[in-house]
């Protein structure tokens, strides 16, 4: 089965296919190649991965291009030929058996049974070593990972509901999937998060930030395209109605029988891959007849399902009692900023470029949420706008950025068996021979990305921004990427930055008649041919009488494709057909209540459209992703327990520190106040616990939540501060405690600095 992506010209695709049979040949030299699995490899890159044609006309035997395709075609040659091989095995261990059973039944005699069941055993090992070797080129030396990060994920989810960082909604009364409530120290992680997000974006960009509501009018999400494309395609169970995602139903089947199934054939491994590599430009008729070939059926019950159909995911309601007005939730916070675009840049001084910035809650009505905190139907969106003159797309601070090298994974190189590499962001935008960011304004944003993540406590090494390939780009877009970070769940993207060209801006100034433009004053007047409307107010007073204002208002605001439409129809038929949004009709309008014509102006501005570069982040995946890659285990002093740990940054860490007397005693008990009032007055998030509890277990309670530093009180004049992921303590007076932890939590001194500047204190209970 091959599906060929839209838009695929065939003409291309021979180009392609003669250019991989000239390659082929020589890789023929290294691999034992059947014109079969050949053409099947030729059918899954050229259906599968949208290179393009150019990028195969540059493939030589030399060129780094071709040396991926010749890793990829020795793993896909290695998994044919063990898939071929187990086939072989699998039909004679079944004729052996047979052969068995024969002389058993004749009762022949012991030599020769034993003999037989010597060679049925001999072939049932190889047939299980066949079966280990493609198990480990299926998974690519798994070495049983999936086990470890499902077990990964347990421990973490188990630790953050124990110790309320979220748990499921109405959960007495039995939750409902895909909504979630964030406890006290995850609430206090999300609003650090946010509160850096403000900081390293609003504040250090000079953005203007908006606060738009969660209830939307259909109008505007008409002209978005979200009525009427904002879907995914669904299947219910025939008989109990359950509804279910049908690509989600189809990539699991598919993955569960690649990866666990050795005895499908490898023509079906290759087709499933093909469909895996496809599955996010599969039409509804593609995925039922997939769902109907494969067999699959409800998860749940088994029972048949219905064939896909789109199901729109916006929660809509309707906006006052009469139910007249309908409205949705909204799906994002961008198009409030987009709607508002005519007063922000007014507020701005009409100057090109600028940002708007929005945090909010959106909604989406989700089929079958999972994972957790990555999809789920009520969720946290901070939205960047950046308007910026689509002629230059240049960036001031671009140099700031330019030195940073981290994973990037360009279309280009996106093929089965190759990874993300090291790019360096300046070469990725400005090298002629390696450019692969479209702008600078878009590779400035990608790079405080970055910075912004890895602040927070993401590893940059499982962090990876991925560019959009062909069949995901909206065909409006110049360029799209996302930061995708690894988890036990897989790359989850967190974060899209895209250049989404100017059609927000068009498709709302369209629908509401409302010109959304920004202008630039030239130095030196310039001679142009002008469109002209010129309606006729006394012929349209006539016609419209009490509607006259706003048909005038209308054909004044008519885009210059439409004006000329309307200048044609009149002169072949005398009369059009007019839409007027304010009135909610078309209307008919002849040729004596309008003149449009172009006459020659001279112009001291430029009048367009703003483009603009969104950066948009899932605060909810984000923050799930760095509870990932915070936790830890280690074993206590005596080795007989292990004990959970967030290595929260300061930064975001629930509770900054923890203020302990050693003991149970009065006047340390009110040194811990008297620190305690310190701390608050600094503004440092803390928590005192005088419990009679053994410091070691205080100390492992708090390093369960993430809290980055502890203050023991075991004298009146001085106390120790304990740092959490070395253990390593340090001794200070007690006035200079709170402005120490203070100083380290904002990031004027690092650990280091203070352990060189304070006397150090060991104590074996820090190590329990």
């Known amino acids: 089965m091959s599906f060929v992506p839209n838009g695929k010209d065939p003409q291309s695709s021979n180009g392609v296919v003669c250019g991989f049979n000239t390659l082929f040949e020589t890789l023929q030299q290294s691999f034992s190649l059947s014109s079969t699995l050949r053409m099947r490899i030729l059918n899954f890159l050229t259906s599968s991965i949208p290179l393009g044609h150019a990028l195969f006309t540059r493939l030589t035997p030399s060129s780094p291009s071709f040396s991926l395709l010749r890793r990829f075609t020795s793993t896909m040659a290695a998994e044919d030929n063990l898939r071929h091989a187990l086939a072989v095995k699998l039909s004679e261990v079944e004729s052996q058996g047979n052969q068995v059973r024969a002389l058993k039944q004749s009762g022949a005699a012991k030599p020769e049974l034993d003999a037989a069941i010597e060679a049925l055993n001999a072939l049932k090992l190889e047939k299980a070593t066949i079966e ?3 198990q480990a080129t299926i998974s690519g030396g798994d070495g049983g990972g999936s086990v470890n990060k499902e077990a990964l994920r347990q421990a973490v989810v188990n630790t953050l509901e124990r110790r309320l960082f979220y748990i499921p909604s109405f959960k007495i009364y039995g939750g409902v999937a895909g909504l979630y409530d964030y406890g006290p120290p995850g609430c206090a992680v999300k609003s650090n998060v946010l509160g850096f997000w403000r ?11 908006v606060d738009c509501p969660c209830v939307t009018p259909e109008v505007v999400l008409k002209a978005s395209g979200h009525v009427d494309k904002f879907t995914d395609l669904m299947v219910k169970d025939v008989e109990t109605g359950t509804c279910y995602r049908a690509d989600h139903l189809l990539k699991d089947y598919c993955k569960e029988k690649l990866e666990k199934d050795l005895r499908i054939t490898s023509e079906m491994a290759m087709e499933m891959k093909e469909v895996l590599s496809n599955l996010d430009v599969l039409s509804a008729e593609e995925l039922g007849q997939c769902i109907k070939k494969y067999g ?13 159909y789109p199901f729109n995911l916006m929660f809509q309601t309707s906006i006052g009692p009469s139910g007249v007005s309908t409205g949705y939730m909204r799906p994002e916070t961008a198009q409030g900023i987009f709607v508002n675009f005519r007063d922000l840049y007014y507020y701005n001084g009409n100057k090109l470029p600028f940002a ?35 002629e230059d797309k240049s960036h001031p601070k671009f140099s700031d950025v330019a030195h940073l090298e981290f994973l990037m994974f360009p279309r280009d190189e996106q093929k089965p068996g190759k990874s993300a590499r090291v790019i360096s962001l300046g070469e990725a935008v400005s090298s002629k021979d390696s450019k692969v960011v479209d702008n600078e304004t878009l590779g400035y944003f990608i790079g405080r990305v970055y910075l912004f993540l890895t602040s927070l406590g993401i590893d940059k090494n499982r962090l990876r921004f991925r560019q959009h390939l062909a069949n995901e780009m909206a065909h409006y877009a110049q360029d799209c990427w996302d930061a995708e970070i690894e988890t036990s769940y897989g790359w989850i993207e967190c974060v899209g930055i895209a250049d989404r060209s100017a059609y927000d801006l068009k498709a709302h100034s369209e629908k509401s008649r409302v010109d959304l433009e ?20 006394k012929a349209i007073g006539l016609a419209f009488k009490g509607d006259q204002k706003k048909v005038l208002e209308a054909l004044e605001v008519m885009k210059e494709e439409e004006a000329l439409n309307m200048k044609t129809d009149l002169a072949s038929n005398g009369e059009v057909e007019f ?48 509870y990932e890659h915070s936790y830890y285990m280690r074993p206590s002093k005596d080795g007989n327990e292990q004990f959970n740990v967030f290595r929260f940054p300061p930064l975001v860490a629930p509770i900054k ?12 008990e009110e040194v811990s106040k008297v620190i305690s009032k310190s701390l608050t007055a600094s503004g440092i998030s803390h928590k005192i616990d005088i419990t009679g509890t053994s410091i070691g277990k205080r100390y492992a309670r708090t390093d369960e939540l993430g809290v980055p530093f502890a203050i023991t009180v075991d004298s009146n004049s001085s106390v120790t501060i304990r740092e959490r992921d070395s253990k390593d303590q340090i001794r200070v007076d007690v006035s200079e405690a709170a402005s120490v932890v203070k100083d380290i939590s904002e990031g004027v001194r690092t650990w280091a600095d203070v352990w060189s500047a304070f006397p150090h204190h060991s104590s074996g209970s820090a190590d329990e």
Request: glycine letters at 4%; proline letters at 7%; charged letters at 25%.
């Open 199 to 209: 900081q390293h974006f609003v504040l250090e960009e000079n953005m203007l930030e």
């Open 657 to 668: 520190c923890t203020v302990f007397p050693l003991v149970q005693k009065q006047e340390y």
């Open 296 to 308: 699959i059926k409800a998860p749940d019950t088994k029972n048949p399902l219905s064939d896909p």
């Open 132 to 134: 280990k070797d493609l």
């Open 518 to 537: 920004a202008q630039e004053k030239y130095s030196e007047p310039r001679e142009v041919e002008k469109l002209v409307i010129s309606p006729v107010k």
């Open 579 to 626: 839409y007027v949004c304010t009135l909610g009709k078309t209307v008919t309008v002849n040729s004596s209540m309008v003149t449009i014509s172009k006459e020659k102006k001279k112009e001291h501005q430029r009048v367009f459209t703003p483009s603009v570069i969104e950066p948009s982040f899932g605060i909810g995946r984000i923050i799930y992703c760095l």
């Open 356 to 390: 708007a910035a929005q945090i909010g809650q959106a909604f989406r009505n989700e089929i079958s949420p999972r994972q957790g905190l990555l999809r789920v139907r009520e969720f946290t969106l901070a939205e960047i706008e950046h308007f910026v003159d689509p």
